[in-house]
């Protein structure tokens, strides 16, 4: 590792950012390096042959960051999201690391405006019915009853629940803010059963796995096959089951400041988004020529 990146490392931990913020803002420094070593032109070029040719951070230039970023979305085909996201490890990287501004009258890629996958109820029902596995379905519910994160809901621990009072603190979630969550009365019954039947009570996790727990990755793909066993046909994961909670939420008259509160949402206007997908408020809506 280059003795930048370690520096980098050191400061997202001094930061209090997140493991998986620290993994990723690393991921993408180090994929802009990569880059910087097959296919810089021009400025660094330059700057290199002065260096002996040593490859470094520290002496890209704006110029550098834009063959980048053109790189990411042209030949890489990455989202305005994904190329956001690269932007802002970088630039954590040179103005709090390096102390080195290369952004100056950078524009950001417009975020693309979709609307979030939901299912229907029946759709969550039958997702339900195909977790036959106890524990997928352990996790099926605790996804779609709280609306959780699918990375909150792979870490959360036996201690952060409250079954009698069906509830959950989200410790350290997004923005390193701690939340306290609903969890169905069903979730909480096959939770406490789980616990009698587990082989490693000395693990913390909930949904534990050779002493950690599982990944988000095994999480995913326990919901796409799910969905798979189902029979559902639309694109199904575990962030569309955290957009079905808020939305079928909002459709029961739930105010939507409680939903932000409970997704843990900073900004309103995020959760805003699920007011145009209540599928079930447009088909009570009467059409104007209906009145006629």
Do not use: W
Request: a positive charge; proline letters at 3%.
């Amino acid at each position: 590792m280059q003795p930048i990146l370690a520096d980098l490392e050191s400061e997202l931990k001094l930061r209090g950012f997140t493991q998986q913020t620290r993994k990723s803002y690393m991921a993408q420094n180090a994929a802009f390096l990569a880059f910087l070593s097959k296919n810089a032109s021009g400025d660094y070029q330059a700057t290199l042959s002065q260096e002996s040719g040593k490859i470094s951070l520290q002496n890209a230039t704006q110029r550098n960051l834009k063959q980048y970023l053109a790189y990411l979305i042209s030949d890489k085909k990455l989202s305005p999201a994904s190329v956001n996201l690269a932007i802002s490890a970088i630039r954590f990287l040179f103005i709090e690391v390096i102390k080195k501004d290369i952004f100056t009258g950078l524009k950001r890629p417009k975020p693309q405006k979709k609307l979030p996958h939901v299912l229907s109820r029946g759709e969550v029902r039958a997702l339900a019915m195909a977790c036959i596995n106890r524990k997928h379905r352990l996790l099926f519910e605790l996804l779609y009853g709280t609306g959780l994160r699918v990375s909150e809901a792979v870490s959360i621990k036996i201690t952060d629940v409250d079954i009698a009072s069906n509830s959950a603190i989200i410790r350290s979630g997004k923005g390193q803010k701690d939340r306290t969550v609903i969890l169905s009365r069903s979730f909480t019954r096959r939770l406490a059963a789980h616990l009698k039947r587990r082989k490693s009570p000395a693990n913390p996790y909930i949904f534990d796995a050779h002493g950690s727990h599982i990944t988000t990755r095994q999480a995913q793909r326990i919901i796409v096959q799910a969905a798979s066993n189902a029979g559902i046909t639309k694109r199904v994961f575990c962030h569309a089951l955290r957009a079905s909670f808020a939305t079928h939420l909002l459709e029961a008259g739930v105010d939507i400041r409680t939903i932000q509160v409970l997704l843990g949402h900073e900004n309103l206007a995020t959760t805003q988004r699920y007011t145009h997908i209540s599928l079930e408020r447009i088909r009570g809506i009467k059409s104007p020529a209906d009145l006629l």
